[in-house]
Structure formats: C-alpha cells, structure tokens
C-alpha cells in the first residue's frame, strides 16, 4: 500500500507542534526536520564541522554544542548568512527525511516542515496542511513559549512565509486560533479524512 503524506507547516506560534502532537495520539507517524536538524548537529557531528567552519567557533559553547539562539540572531538578521546555512542543513535534512519515509508502513504520515511555502528542496509529500493563527497570537504564543520580546517574534516572522503565501499553498486549513477542545475536533476530523484518502490512494 503507497503511503499517503502530508506535509504539515505554518508561521512561528501557529501551533504546528500541537497539531502534529495530536495527529501522533490518533496513531499518525509524524517526521519532524526541526527535530532531524537537531540530531544532525551533535556535537563532533560531521554537518555540525561545517558550520563551525563557515560561522566560526564563537556559536560552539563549552561542551561542543551549537549555539542554536546565537545562530539564530545572525540569520534572521543577515539573508546571507541564513542561505549559506541553508544550503549546508537542508540536502541533509531532505536526505533523513526520504530514509525515515521509507521505513513506515502506516496508512498516512505527516512530515513537519516549517519553511515549505520557501524550501528549495523538494520534499516528498501528497498533501499541504496549512496551521493558520491571526499573527497577534503568533506573536503571543512566541513571547511566551521562548521568552522573546515581541520585537524580535515580529522580525522572525518577517523572513518567514506571510499567512497569505502559506494559504496560496495549502490543500488544507486548519484554523488554530481556538482552544484545545476546538483543535483537537479539527484534528480528528481531518484525521479521517485522510485515511479516506489513503484507501482511495492503495
């Protein structure tokens, strides 16, 4: 049976980790590339030496981790910087996500990538699932999940897919403005919708 995949992205805030953590308690694998990006940076890893050589050692702290905030700062505020580092991440990413893709066998999986409407990589995928949020409560839910000052939520989503870019793309909406109650019914009803599509799709 051919698996049906959905990719999943949105905005910084819109609650793309609660979504996919609710699609994981309905038995759904989810691939997330941010958590992929953080194993492929250990420390001594081979994709971490690179970037070390093209940033420097000032973004490795005392045990050898990547200073993931500091790098972070430069590349929102630096485009170059940030191609630079994306050109290096991505192939590696794109690479883990094709191999763990291949290793399920659940009717449907979703892939969580953050920064699809602009990727210039060539995910796998069947499907777009768009979590949309107003951008105040973007804004919101940063602030206090990552103790930024609003200023700098607002720059990030600044070199981010607009809520107009990310809707141009979607196959689906899911409306993440509400409470938990009304994004777990969203949840569950798209739920069954794709795995309609994935017994049309075997």
């Known amino acids: 049976m051919q698996m049906l995949v959905i990719a999943i992205t949105g905005g910084i805030g819109s609650g793309k980790s609660t979504v996919a953590d609710f699609f994981k308690s309905k038995g759904a694998p989810v ?10 940076v250990q420390p001594n890893s081979p994709l971490l030496n690179r970037i070390i050589e093209e940033f420097g050692r000032d973004y490795l702290d005392t045990d050898g981790h990547l200073k993931r905030k500091a790098l972070g700062r430069l590349i929102f505020a630096d485009p170059a910087a940030r191609d630079k580092l994306e050109k290096l991440m991505h192939p590696a990413i794109h690479a883990e996500v094709v191999q763990k893709l291949k290793e399920l066998k659940e009717p449907y999986c979703l892939v ?91």
């Open 31 to 40: 691939v997330d590339t941010d958590a992929i990006a953080r194993q492929l």
């Open 112 to 202: 969580l990538i953050p920064l699809l409407a602009r990727s210039k990589h060539a995910y796998p995928y069947d499907r777009i699932l768009v979590v949309d949020a107003p951008e105040q409560i973007q804004v919101q839910r940063t602030v206090q999940r990552d103790q930024h000052d609003p200023e700098f939520v607002r720059q990030i989503m600044g070199t981010q897919p607009s809520r107009q870019e990310l809707l141009a793309i979607a196959d689906d909406v899911l409306d993440n403005s509400g409470d938990l109650d009304a994004l777990a019914l969203a949840v569950d009803k798209l739920h069954r919708q794709y795995l309609a599509l994935a017994t049309r799709q075997s």
